[in-house]
């Protein structure tokens, strides 16, 4: 599982590519990192396709909702401190110092060949721009923590359950664009 979550951010951070792509549910690069991540899972995982893409697609909406709040409340990252997180995982990767590093940088080359991404760009740019996101979901952790007066996990709950109930065409259209049922 923890694999997969390091893949998951990963493939998110490869498909995040401009600061304008943080939170919309229905761009395409959205689109992109559900049909990456989805496969990932299949590949790496062993998942069934159904079960992939419904992984995929539930997380991603989590994903989203949780951004949507950070911005809501006003949490930001620097750039600064995003690529102070790309560099510390670029180099425990590169160090063997997270768990199936080696498989896990064979799919950063494939995504960067799969993009035509030097690897410069991919760490500088595209994870910059996805540890932003994983940067603020922190961040938004923290603050709820202190202010909601609840655990994390039930507070998720409550943001997702609002996100998902406010935004339920946005996710509907989201839900067809990728094939969903």
């Not at 995982?45 to 949507?68: S, W």
Request: charged share 35%.
């Amino acid at each position: 599982m923890k694999r997969c979550i390091l893949l998951l951010m990963l493939v998110m951070t490869a498909c995040s590519g401009g600061e304008e792509t943080l939170n919309p549910i229905n761009d395409e690069l959205r689109v992109a990192a559900y049909e990456r991540f989805s496969e990932n899972l299949q590949n790496n995982n062993g998942m069934t396709k159904e079960r992939a893409e419904k992984e995929a697609f539930d997380y991603l909406v989590q994903r989203v909702a949780v951004v949507n709040r950070a911005q809501e409340v006003g949490i930001e990252v620097t750039e600064e401190e995003a690529m102070e997180m790309s560099n510390n995982v670029r180099e425990k990767l590169e160090n063997g110092k997270i768990d199936n590093a080696e498989s896990t940088l064979k799919d950063i080359r494939n995504t960067m060949e799969a993009e035509n991404l030097t690897e410069t760009k991919y760490w500088e740019e595209y994870a910059k721009n996805g540890y932003k996101e994983t940067l603020m979901i922190d961040k938004l952790k923290t603050y709820e923590e202190e202010n909601a007066l609840k655990p994390w996990s039930v507070r998720k709950k409550e943001i997702v359950k609002a996100f998902k109930s406010n935004e339920s065409g946005r996710i509907e259209s989201f839900r067809e664009k990728v094939g969903l049922p």
